[in-house]
């Protein structure tokens, strides 16, 4: 009988060892989704098709989570500013997308710009159906349709 009692002491602190590992890893995931996305910096346009404005970059959201989905990240400002970023490096694209607007947006790429310093790479954490965050910078003075773009944000954490 003392043999028994045993395994069935082993089979509770099995059942508990494991109970307290899914409550640590539901916590965890839950903390993790309410992790404020950090993002820091300014988009400012001169001239350009789309006018003349300042925005400071306040959300940033990855692209891998959109339909469809891009490498690259949508950096956003209050009234509905954007500029995205698809690609990394010197083959990286940029968008610049009128106030509040889904398309028509002005694309530019390296050879229209004096400087050019973007990188987006995968972050450590995960979200969204283990979908992955990125972090990256975006330090560009560009040529855009006639007028001129400059650039300098810093993210990271940004969820799809």
Not at 92 to 101: D, K, N, S, T, V
Request: proline content about 4%.
């Amino acid at each position: 009988m003392a043999d028994g009692e045993g395994l069935s002491g082993r089979r509770r602190v099995v059942a508990i060892a494991v109970t307290i590992a899914v409550y640590v890893l539901i916590i965890g995931a839950w903390l993790f989704e309410r992790t404020p996305k950090d993002v820091d910096g300014t988009v400012r346009a001169e001239g350009t098709p789309v006018g003349t404005f300042t925005f400071a970059v306040t959300a940033c959201a990855a692209g891998h989570g959109r339909s469809p989905g891009f490498f690259g990240a949508d950096l956003l400002g209050e009234g509905g500013f954007d500029l995205r970023v698809v690609g990394s490096g010197d083959g990286a694209r940029m968008f610049l997308y009128p106030q509040g607007a889904a398309s028509d947006a002005i694309q530019f790429a390296k050879p229209d710009c004096t400087r050019w310093q973007v990188a987006v790479e995968w972050g450590p954490g995960t979200a969204n159906y283990g979908m992955g965050t990125l972090v990256g910078h975006v330090r560009v003075s560009c040529s855009v349709g006639g007028g001129r773009l400059n650039a300098d944000v810093e993210f990271k954490n940004c969820k799809p």
